[in-house]
């Protein structure tokens, strides 16, 4: 399981025939649906976005052509929750994925979560994905759009997997229901040496008034980071690197960010409407070098933001959305050893990254199988994205069109 070959040859087993597990006698305590696969083949007609004007962060390779973008296995599972007499909690639940994103094999998940239902109380501690607006902590597979928005792609590599430890608390607020969630993390997707501690805090506030549920939220992330890892003058597409691997350029400083956010939802007899936005805005402050040099002191500015609408038809086979994402950066730097940054990945020449997108998907197939002598299920979930986009003022980013089909086991 170390080649992308493997993975490869394995999701295409799991395309080609869904899995079909029976229990036996020596595995009777494996519970109903525990595993899951998520699948997503896709077909890009152009690579890209370049995402140049940011302090390079890991992103996810999107090459041209027919590939498999994204293989998920995960297990979950609930765990005993008292030792002996002594209980721990009222629910533990533990889970275990592994993901495959276009070219590595990584361990996107593992972690043990202890619930306290009387006080609405969670504790997560491990690798996890934290909330961090509305889209991080759902796996892609379960987002509206198969497609990153901008902001989080330059912010937090597409989707920010993270070991730490969250606390989670629900309580009513006048007739809403109001979620904190404060979170300890490591710096590993900051591609760190050394250890790096970040602190991150959101609140959302959910309110329902018959058919139309209404969602705030706000968050705050602050971390003091040492040799970050990244490649400056590398003007290709960005793709996902580890922490292991060989960095020409270093950064030290503070990453202070804010975001805010907000979604309605309305149900009705024609279907179910949709809204969503976010915006986020960061100041990067501190020094950049590499083995041999100090190439200058650094003050990045930046701020990002989308909106997208969707319908989605009461049976929930057809749904048709819109997208529009916009970015902005300014990049200051002083105490220069030399004129090489002004062909870094720092200079994007004034243009404001900003996209269109035109969204429609299509339920192929949803099915659910019982065993009849088992309290085994099966779910099984077909669906096909089409997506265009067109880039507006960035001439690297040309008009793009592409193509998922996303398949989703559960056994």
């Not at 609140?203 to 018959?210: A, I, N």
């Not at 979604?263 to 041999?292: A, F, I, K």
Request: no cysteine.
């Amino acid at each position: 399981m170390t080649t992308p070959m493997k993975t490869l040859l394995i999701a295409a087993i799991l395309f080609v025939s869904p899995l079909r597990v029976h229990a036996s006698a020596g595995h009777g305590n494996a519970a109903a649906g525990n595993w899951q696969a998520d699948i997503d083949v896709g077909y890009r007609e152009k690579s890209g976005p370049n995402m140049l004007g940011f302090i390079p962060t890991n992103q996810h390779e999107e090459s041209a052509g027919l590939r498999l973008n994204h293989f998920d296995l995960s297990y979950q599972t609930v765990l005993p929750s008292q030792i002996g007499s002594q209980s721990i909690s009222d629910q533990q639940t533990g889970r275990l994925a592994l993901a495959y994103h276009s070219s590595d094999i990584e361990l996107s998940e593992a972690w043990l979560a202890n619930d306290w239902q009387s006080g609405n109380l969670r504790l997560t501690v491990g690798k996890y994905l934290p909330r961090i607006g509305f889209l991080n902590h759902l796996h892609q597979h379960a987002q509206t759009f198969q497609q990153t928005p901008l902001s989080n792609k330059v912010y937090w590599g597409d989707q920010l997997a993270e070991a730490g430890a969250n606390l989670q608390w629900s309580h009513p607020l006048f007739a809403a229901n109001v979620r904190h969630s404060v979170n300890v993390l490591g710096g590993d997707h900051l591609n760190s040496k050394e250890d790096t501690l970040a602190a991150l805090y959101q609140l959302e506030w959910q309110y329902t008034v018959g058919s139309l549920d209404a969602t705030l939220l706000a968050n705050g992330y602050y971390a003091n980071v040492e040799d970050r890892g990244m490649f400056l003058f590398d003007l290709t597409t960005t793709s996902h690197v580890h922490s292991n691997s060989r960095f020409s350029e270093y950064f030290d400083g503070d990453i202070q960010h804010l975001g805010a956010g907000a979604q309605l939802q309305y149900h009705s007899l024609l279907g179910n409407w949709g809204y969503q936005m976010e915006y986020s805005q960061r100041t990067e402050t501190g020094h950049l070098y590499n083995d041999t040099t100090n190439l200058a002191d650094i003050e990045q500015y930046s701020h990002g933001q989308y909106h997208q609408l969707w319908w989605q038809s009461s049976d929930k086979q057809w749904l048709f959305g819109l997208r529009h994402d916009y970015l902005y950066s300014d990049t200051e730097v002083s105490n220069t050893s030399d004129s090489s940054l002004d062909n870094s990945r720092l200079n994007n020449s004034g243009n404001t990254p900003e996209r269109l997108t035109l969204m429609m998907s299509y339920q192929l197939a949803q099915h659910q199988h019982q065993h009849q002598h088992q309290q085994q299920h099966q779910h099984q979930q077909q669906k096909l994205q089409l997506l265009y986009s067109d880039g507006l003022g960035w001439q690297a980013y040309a008009a793009r069109f592409e193509l998922h089909l996303l398949q989703s086991f559960r056994f």
